[in-house]
Each structure stands twice: as structure tokens, then as C-alpha cells.
């Protein structure tokens, strides 16, 4: 069964991991699939292999955003589903938060929380043009409760929660 046959979906941080795996049931079950990420090679191959596009676009950056969501528009005509996907860890290394340096806390919530922010804010008006979608956030069980050593990402997914 082809659930989103036809579905044009953006997957943030599709060149590997969760990202790639997300992007390859999207494609299985028919969607037209662009694959967003800062790791140009890794999305290249990936699109190459599933025939998706591959559009290299770091999530805390608004005009990429808006760039990404154009090219979308232009190319497929409207957007259906965006898997706002993309995000890092940082450093698993002494990570309460008396040892937190506040560029790693930084950096975390500005991929993590601001990339999910902007991505939604971008897509929404073009996924009402649609006529609707699905704008799925991915978080993690680092957000439904204290993670002492563990401070900005789970903070930052958590903060995810709360977009969603």
C-alpha cells in the first residue's frame, strides 16, 4: 500500500542515519522525497540511489530555508510532509550543566530548536497552499524527563516537544 504515493515530503538530516532511514520509507511507500543536509556527499549519494533530489541546507540558516521551500514549489508544485529531522548530540563529555560550555549549548539549540522553528515557519505557508500536510518534528525520550548529564540536548528536544 502506497501511503503518501505522490506526496512530495522534505527530510531534514536525510543523508544518514534516522534521517536516511526516514527517507527510504518515504520512497518505499512512494513519495517524492527531498533530501536536505549539510553532508553534501552522503545526500548526493543517497538521491542518486533512490532517485530523490538533494538540496545541501543548514537548518539554522532562515534564508535556506526559505531558498529549500522555493526550489520545492518550483520543482513539484506544492509540499505535503516535511520531517523537520535534522539535529546533533554535542558532546556526551561532562555535559551538567556547571560544565556546560555555553557555545556547545548554543550551537545544540540553535540546530535542534531553532532549525525545527524555522523549518515549520518556512513550510506552513506553502503546506496550507497544498491544501494541508503532516509537519513531523522529531524529538527523543531525552525530553520527557531530566537528563542531568545530558543538559542541552535534552533541553533542546524537550523545547521540540513544546513546537510540536
Known sequence: MKRVQNKVA??????????????????????RVIITDIQANAGQQLAAELSCDFLQQNVTDEQQWQQTIKQVEEKHGALHILVNNAGIEGSMDHTTPENTRLSDWQKIQRVNVEGVFLGCRAAIPTLRKTGGGAIINMSSIAALGPTPDYTAYGASKAAVRHLT
Not at 522534505?10 to 518505499?28: D, K, N, P, W, Y
Open 10 to 31: 522534505i527530510v531534514t538530516g536525510g543523508a544518514a542515519g534516522l534521517g536516511e532511514a526516514i527517507v527510504r520509507c518515504l520512497v518505499s511507500e512512494g513519495a
